[in-house]
Nanobody
Framework: QVQLVESGGGLVQAGGSLRLSCAAS????????MGWFRQGPGKEREFVGA????????AYQDSVKGRFTISRENAKNMVYLQMNSLKPEDTAVYYC??????????????????WGQGTQVTVSS
């Protein structure tokens, strides 16, 4: 069983930055793929990025490449999403999630078995 708690969301002006954190419980945190997803108003939940257990594999959605950075600290059971140059279209609830393996499906919600409650990010124009 893994419990995930996101934090760091808030209201920011366009062009600003936020750093989201995800605290995970469970001894096997270091083995999991960690993903970030978001769900905007009236939209489906979409992939933002993912990082494997060692940090050697990282993937991003095209729209956030060059602006968002995922990192993790396995010793602290933490994963982060640094978001720079934020745009109004980044407004969403952001979720972290765990997956057992890195597969081609990592860009979908399918392989993720544990989810946090989400943190709201609002970017004003």
């Amino acid at each position: 069983q893994v419990q995930l708690v996101e934090s760091g969301g808030g209201l920011v002006q366009a062009g600003g930055s936020l750093r989201l954190s995800c605290a995970a419980s469970g001894r096997t945190f270091g083995r999991y793929v960690m993903g970030w997803f978001r769900q905007g108003p009236g939209k489906e939940r979409e992939f933002v990025g993912a990082i494997n257990w060692s940090g050697s594999r990282i993937a991003y959605q095209d729209s956030v490449k060059g602006r968002f950075t995922i990192s993790r600290e396995n010793a602290k059971n933490m994963v982060y999403l640094q978001m720079n140059s934020l745009k109004p279209e980044d407004t969403a609830v952001y979720y972290c999630a765990t997956a057992a393996l890195w597969t081609n499906a990592i860009y979908t919600t399918t392989p993720y078995n544990y989810w946090g409650q989400g943190t709201q990010v609002t970017v004003s124009s």
